[in-house]
């Protein structure tokens, strides 16, 4: 099928589903998504699961088992997604070994409830990994600081890590530089070096937040020139003389991926983030609506400038109207947090009260 979904793919860029639904798996959907558009990988969405889990009946069966053997809400949810993430990861594997592990990845989280302790996070991802038993399994870590920890601590230990809720070029450098420190590790104690990792950079919320705030010449401009930004800082990095070092000891590159690409904004053309993000050897993770746009009308625009292009010329026409994106960036990381966990407390809720309504309709029976 040619289609600009495959075209995309193959111009070297990944492309990757951002959901999650055990009717996404059991449907087919996701199967002619990966025969039809190239779809490579998956990241699993909390808040896209939370509303498949409220809406649809796939799940309520598993639910009232695993609540009569005495399970917690926390221990259900993750017994649901964990079954659900390895039929995803049984789908991908094929392409996980064509391109020898570089491709075919999903990715889950570990709980937002644990960002705050370094350990807890380790022992989280530690046993996860474990359960799960996929070796295309990426775990998302949070990237505050204590999440950069915790990622170093798990690259260092083999386990494939996703930085994830990065919003700048100095959280993506964070990022890249704790990798590193992982892998460094390895080498010093005689590891093998091949570890994969991704980066994943949010992109609509920058526009999202301050469109608004904003006369419109500047509006629907902001999250493409961060995400240019943040490319060159990539690029400079891989072209660093630490980053050289380790790729002559076999390590491979921590892709960057885009993550949030979907347009919620009537008035922004729908695969505004996928054409403007055109780069070989990254990741774009889309929602589903967002895939199906594109397929079927997009167009693939000018490969992003390894230079940076016009991004800070751009930027200084922000600052110019009183915009410090730095400060911006570390709000949008906070946001997002809080939306990852309240999304947590909501799937939780959902768990506890199918369990509920379980119980009553087996005593009313």
């Given at each position: 099928m040619?289609?600009?979904?495959?075209?995309?793919?193959?111009?070297?860029?990944?492309?990757?589903?951002?959901s999650?639904s055990?009717?996404?798996?059991r449907?087919?959907?996701?199967?002619?998504?990966?025969?039809?558009?190239?779809?490579?990988?998956?990241?699993?969405?909390?808040?896209?699961?939370?509303?498949?889990?409220?809406q649809e009946?796939?799940?309520?069966?598993?639910i009232r088992?695993?609540?009569?053997?005495?399970?917690?809400?926390?221990?259900?949810?993750y017994?649901?997604?964990?079954?659900?993430?390895?039929?995803?990861a049984?789908?991908?594997?094929?392409?996980?070994?064509?391109?020898?592990?570089?491709?075919?990845?999903?990715s889950?989280?570990?709980?937002?409830?644990?960002?705050?302790?370094?350990?807890?996070?380790v022992?989280?991802?530690t046993k996860?990994?474990?359960?799960?038993a996929k070796?295309?399994?990426?775990?998302?870590?949070?990237?505050?600081?204590?999440?950069?920890?915790?990622?170093?601590?798990?690259?260092?230990?083999?386990?494939?890590?996703?930085?994830?809720?990065?919003?700048?070029s100095?959280?993506?450098?964070?990022?890249?530089?704790?990798?590193?420190?992982?892998?460094?590790?390895?080498i010093?104690?005689?590891?093998?070096?091949?570890?994969?990792?991704?980066?994943s950079l949010?992109?609509?919320?920058?526009?999202?937040?301050?469109?608004?705030?904003?006369?419109?010449?500047?509006?629907?401009?902001?999250?493409?020139t961060?995400?240019?930004?943040?490319?060159h800082?990539?690029?400079?990095?891989?072209?660093?003389?630490?980053?050289?070092?380790?790729?002559?000891?076999g390590?491979?590159?921590?892709?960057?991926?885009?993550?949030?690409?979907?347009?919620?904004?009537?008035a922004?053309n729908?695969?505004?983030?996928?054409?403007?993000?055109?780069?070989?050897?990254?990741?774009?993770?889309?929602?589903?609506?967002?895939?199906l746009?594109?397929?079927?009308?997009?167009?693939?625009?000018?490969?992003?400038?390894?230079?940076?292009?016009?991004?800070?010329?751009?930027?200084d026409?922000?600052r110019?109207?009183?915009?410090d994106?730095?400060?911006l960036?570390?709000?949008?990381?906070?946001?997002?947090?809080?939306?990852?966990?309240?999304?947590w407390?909501?799937?939780?809720?959902?768990?506890?009260?199918?369990?509920?309504?379980?119980?009553?309709?087996?005593?009313?029976a």
């Amino acid at each position: 099928m040619n289609n600009p979904a495959n075209q995309l793919h193959a111009s070297g860029q990944s492309l990757w589903l951002d959901s999650m639904s055990r009717n996404l798996l059991r449907s087919g959907t996701l199967s002619r998504y990966i025969k039809n558009f190239s779809i490579s990988g998956l990241t699993f969405n909390q808040g896209a699961f939370s509303l498949a889990l409220e809406q649809e009946d796939t799940y309520d069966a598993s639910i009232r088992l695993l609540n009569t053997a005495g399970f917690s809400a926390e221990d259900i949810f993750y017994e649901l997604v964990l079954e659900d993430i390895a039929e995803a990861a049984v789908l991908f594997h094929p392409i996980y070994d064509s391109t020898n592990g570089r491709d075919g990845w999903v990715s889950l989280e570990v709980s937002p409830l644990l960002n705050n302790n370094t350990l807890h996070i380790v022992q989280a991802a530690t046993k996860l990994f474990a359960k799960a038993a996929k070796a295309n399994l990426l775990v998302a870590i949070i990237a505050t600081s204590e999440g950069l920890r915790a990622a170093e601590e798990l690259v260092y230990s083999g386990i494939p890590v996703n930085f994830s809720l990065l919003f700048s070029s100095e959280h993506y450098l964070a990022a890249g530089e704790a990798y590193m420190r992982g892998l460094e590790r390895r080498i010093s104690t005689g590891l093998s070096p091949v570890v994969e990792s991704v980066a994943s950079l949010c992109v609509s919320p920058w526009d999202a937040n301050i469109d608004l705030e904003l006369a419109s010449p500047l509006h629907h401009r902001l999250a493409i020139t961060m995400a240019t930004r943040t490319y060159h800082t990539h690029c400079e990095l891989m072209h660093s003389e630490r980053w050289q070092k380790l790729a002559a000891a076999g390590a491979r590159p921590q892709r960057l991926l885009w993550s949030r690409t979907g347009v919620n904004d009537a008035a922004i053309n729908d695969t505004l983030y996928i054409q403007s993000l055109v780069a070989s050897g990254t990741i774009n993770a889309m929602p589903a609506a967002t895939l199906l746009a594109f397929a079927g009308h997009g167009r693939i625009g000018a490969p992003m400038p390894a230079d940076g292009g016009y991004a800070e010329a751009v930027l200084d026409e922000f600052r110019r109207e009183g915009i410090d994106e730095t400060r911006l960036a570390v709000c949008l990381q906070r946001k997002s947090i809080e939306d990852a966990t309240s999304s947590w407390y909501t799937t939780l809720t959902t768990i506890r009260e199918k369990s509920s309504q379980e119980i009553s309709s087996s005593t009313c029976a």
